[in-house]
């Protein structure tokens, strides 16, 4: 079915070529990295997480997110859902490569990456979460795959692709805990120190991938004619509008025990995040941008009048996800590491090859979701020919 992929319009081409020109950026940037180290980031000694492992934690999010379409597909026969859950899972394995990615340019030198397999220990959380990535990688991209050559071949699914999938819903849920429990098992680390971020972790989670799922959807719509169904559309947006309510209130829920119980430690942490420290406020404004979108997204989608509406469903979508992106990205790591212990006040900025490294991410990612999506897309569309 590859041969699907290598056939298309003069503007799939073009876009294509576009991505290639964000990986191209992206290698040249990362090779300048490896040869001068990760001096040339904003990150340093006080502040080691930055924009790479931002984008990490929000798409692992974005990754788990394909049980929403999965669970109700196939435990539940949800028929609708029929033409949007392939694209739900193979979304799943672009992201799970892009937060593989971003682990990769994260460490420095690559060859670290083989320290785990080569001295693998079970009481390491960063050895669970390779575990659990590879393997969601495997069970999305095996049964989507296999499952969609057995409809170009009008033939039933293997035997084996069944359990697969119903191994893939809870292992879904297991990645994002997994990566909520690296920051929480950090006991140095007030705050993320918190039993409460692997369920606000999963919140965001299903709350932002179905939400990037609709958007595709509505891309793939206006510029393929592929339509995955209104009455589907409308269910993952009901997703999101649980989702959303879900997390906002995991919110409240943080700020109200840190300011509540005034501990210091913890409190430090929050004050830098939504009020800002000795004239760095910059994270303040995003964060604070993000709680205003998180509110308005909430508004128009809690009101059937407006979540129905197909004009305002994709900036609906587009406030999650900017909303979320934040939550999840620099407003999580970076008041984690400030106040420093010795509660001084530092500052990270992302510089230009960091943005170039992940703008590389990005399109290597963008390539496999058109790749995969342009494939779904052919498959669906002679099977509705009769071809």
């Given at each position: 079915?590859?041969?699907k992929?290598?056939?298309?319009?003069?503007?799939?081409?073009?876009?294509?070529g576009?991505?290639?020109?964000?990986?191209?950026?992206?290698?040249?940037?990362?090779?300048f990295?490896?040869?001068?180290g990760?001096?040339?980031?904003?990150m340093?000694?006080?502040?080691s997480?930055?924009l790479?492992?931002?984008?990490?934690?929000?798409?692992?999010?974005?990754?788990?997110s394909?049980?929403?379409?999965?669970?109700?597909?196939?435990?539940h026969s949800?028929?609708?859902f029929?033409?949007?859950t392939?694209l739900?899972e193979?979304?799943?394995?672009a992201?799970?490569?892009?937060?593989?990615?971003f682990?990769?340019?994260?460490?420095g030198?690559?060859?670290?990456?083989?320290?785990?397999?080569?001295?693998?220990?079970?009481s390491?959380?960063?050895f669970?979460?390779?575990?659990?990535?590879?393997g969601?990688?495997f069970?999305?991209l095996?049964?989507?795959?296999?499952?969609?050559?057995?409809e170009?071949?009008?033939?039933?699914?293997?035997?084996?692709?069944?359990?697969?999938?119903?191994i893939?819903i809870?292992?879904?849920?297991?990645?994002?805990?997994?990566?909520?429990f690296?920051?929480?098992g950090?006991s140095?680390r007030?705050?993320?120190?918190?039993?409460i971020?692997a369920?606000r972790?999963l919140?965001?989670?299903?709350?932002?991938?179905?939400?990037?799922?609709i958007?595709?959807c509505?891309?793939?719509?206006?510029?393929?004619?592929?339509?995955?169904?209104?009455?589907?559309?409308?269910?993952v947006?009901?997703?999101?509008?649980y989702?959303m309510?879900?997390n906002f209130?995991?919110?409240l829920?943080?700020?109200?025990?840190?300011?509540?119980?005034a501990i210091?430690d913890?409190?430090?942490?929050?004050?830098?995040?939504?009020l800002?420290?000795?004239?760095?406020?910059?994270?303040?404004?995003f964060?604070?941008?993000?709680?205003?979108?998180?509110?308005c997204?909430?508004v128009?989608l809690i009101?059937?009048?407006?979540?129905?509406?197909?004009?305002?469903?994709?900036?609906?979508?587009?406030?999650v996800?900017?909303?979320?992106?934040?939550?999840?990205?620099?407003?999580l790591?970076?008041?984690?590491?400030?106040?420093?212990?010795?509660?001084?006040?530092?500052?990270?900025?992302?510089?230009?090859?960091?943005?170039?490294?992940?703008?590389?991410v990005?399109?290597?990612?963008?390539?496999?979701?058109?790749?995969?999506?342009k494939i779904?897309?052919e498959?669906?569309?002679?099977?509705e020919?009769?071809?």
């Open positions: 079915m590859v041969e992929a290598l056939k298309g319009t003069k503007r799939y081409w073009t876009w294509i576009f991505l290639l020109f964000l990986i191209l950026i992206g290698f040249v940037s990362y090779l990295q490896l040869k001068e990760l001096g040339i980031t904003g340093g000694r006080d502040i997480w930055g790479y492992i931002a984008n990490f934690t929000f798409f692992v999010g974005v990754a788990a394909a049980v929403m379409v999965v669970l109700p597909y196939y435990l949800f028929v609708q029929g033409r949007i392939i739900g193979f979304l799943a394995v992201a799970v490569v892009i937060t593989v990615l682990i990769v340019v994260d460490l030198q690559p060859s670290r990456v083989f320290n785990i397999l080569l001295y693998p220990s079970f390491s959380l960063l669970w979460d390779m575990v659990v990535l590879s969601y990688l069970l999305n095996f049964s989507g795959w296999y499952t969609l050559d057995a170009d071949k009008e033939e039933p699914p293997l035997r084996w692709v069944k359990p697969l999938i119903l893939s809870p292992w879904a849920i297991s990645i994002h805990t997994v990566t909520a690296i920051f929480s950090l140095a007030p705050f993320w120190l918190t039993a971020l369920p972790f919140a965001s989670a299903f709350a932002s991938g179905p939400s990037l799922l958007l595709l509505y891309v793939l719509k206006k510029f393929t004619k592929f339509d995955a169904g209104k009455e589907a559309i409308q269910k947006a009901l997703i999101v509008t989702a309510l879900i209130f995991f919110l829920v943080e700020l109200f025990t840190v300011f509540y119980s210091p913890h409190k430090g942490h929050f004050i830098y995040l939504f800002g420290s000795n004239g760095t406020g910059m994270l303040s404004v964060m604070w941008f993000s709680v205003a979108l998180s509110i997204s909430l128009l009101r059937p009048e407006t979540r129905k509406n197909e004009s305002l469903l994709p900036w609906i979508c587009g406030m996800l900017v909303s979320i992106w934040i939550e999840k990205g620099l407003a790591l970076i008041p984690g590491f400030i106040p420093t212990p010795l509660h001084d006040i530092a500052s990270y900025v992302p510089t230009l090859p960091e943005v170039f490294i992940t703008l590389g990005y399109g290597l990612g963008g390539l496999i979701i058109t790749g995969l999506f779904a897309i498959v669906q569309k002679a099977k020919k009769g071809i």
